[in-house]
């Protein structure tokens, strides 16, 4: 596998690292990937080793600045996963398996594969080599357990950030309710976004803003939200504040994607073996983050406390935590959320 460095304008940088991009070699294409070198080099990296952030199902790795920020001395590398932001283009198949081998192929190339040494030392970083720390949040968790299962030589520790255990029913959904059903009902306004053309980046801010998971608007919101975007053409008013005609912007995440991973993640084999394997201790020690609100910021959160309890009871190496105050989304963009996924990460 072969990785090209990549130039950006994107203000993704945290005062404590220096922030570039890489495209990676996978089957099919390259892969997107934020890279966050601690600044100091070597001497400011110590021992800390690599966290591989990976983002959930419509997100890209632009969630990550505030996380990285709270990890001085550590080397972050965060992918946009096939079929969202910078790596779009990819094609399927999509599911976890598939993007557990990206991963792998990702921390091969960056981290332990030929030349990994040459470029970190060219963008004033250092190589670490071996095995990383993994932080999934939402879909990011489930294919971060099964990339730990899949790839065990290339995984340290796992912490899901609200996400990578099957979820438990949603009330007023039926039993019977397809895969892309149930991720309509959990996701709501985020998963019809995708379907839709934007005037401008402003119209596209306005929309999230409004969303009550984002009360609390900050720089990396914003951040995150511009970059979530590809222009496009438009032919016709079909979006809000859209102009018929004039150019648009158009949400980077594939709808194919979202599709394929929802019914992966929903009765997938790929996660069962992993979780089989979790539960029989072949994985490693696991930490859960729970957030006690939702993706709409409702209260409960996509695991109630009794459910996140009853999987730390079946799982004897998972261990729950609950991080008061924020929602699905605050978890990573919050200072409480940022807080306790960098004290589990180290």
Not at 257 to 267: I, L, P
Not at 272 to 284: H, Y
Not at 323 to 331: E, L, R, T
């Amino acid at each position: 596998m072969t990785a090209g460095s990549s130039t950006t304008t994107e203000p993704a940088t945290a005062a404590s690292h220096t922030y570039r991009t890489e495209d990676v070699a996978v089957d099919g294409g390259t892969l997107r990937v934020g890279v966050w070198e601690p600044d100091g080099g070597a001497g400011a990296a110590g021992s800390g080793g690599t966290v591989l952030a990976v983002h959930g199902i419509t997100a890209s790795h632009m969630a990550w600045p505030d996380v990285v920020a709270a990890l001085p001395g550590r080397r972050v590398i965060a992918p946009d996963l096939r079929g969202r932001g910078r790596s779009n283009r990819l094609g399927g198949p999509y599911g976890m398996a598939r993007h557990a081998d990206d991963l792998a192929a990702v921390v091969r190339a960056l981290c332990t594969g030929p030349g990994a040494g040459e470029r970190a030392a060219a963008s004033g970083g250092v190589p670490r080599p071996g095995r990383v720390t993994v932080v999934g949040h939402s879909m990011g968790g489930f294919v971060g357990l099964v990339l730990a299962h899949r790839h065990p030589d290339l995984v340290e520790r796992l912490v899901l950030v609200d996400g990578g255990l099957p979820l438990p029913p949603v009330p007023g959904v039926p039993e019977d309710a397809t895969a892309e059903e149930l991720l309509a009902a959990l996701l709501g306004p985020a998963a019809e976004r995708l379907s839709k053309v934007y005037a401008s980046r402003e119209v596209y801010r306005e929309f999230w803003r409004a969303h009550p998971a984002f009360a609390d608007w900050t720089p990396t919101i914003e951040q995150y939200v511009d970059y979530d975007l590809d222009e496009v053409a438009t032919g016709g008013a079909t979006g809000p504040g859209e102009t018929a005609g004039v150019a648009g912007f158009r949400p980077a995440t594939s709808p194919e994607a979202v599709a394929g991973d929802s019914v992966d993640m929903t009765n997938g084999g790929d996660l069962v073996a992993a979780l089989e394997a979790l539960a029989a201790g072949a994985v490693g020690p696991v930490t859960l983050l729970r957030a006690p609100r939702g993706l709409m910021a409702e209260p409960g959160g996509l695991y109630p406390e009794a459910v996140a309890a009853g999987w730390a009871e079946r799982i004897g190496p998972l261990t729950v935590r609950t991080v008061a105050d924020v929602n699905h989304y605050s978890i990573i963009m919050s200072p409480a959320g940022v807080a306790a996924i960098a004290e589990a990460a180290r």
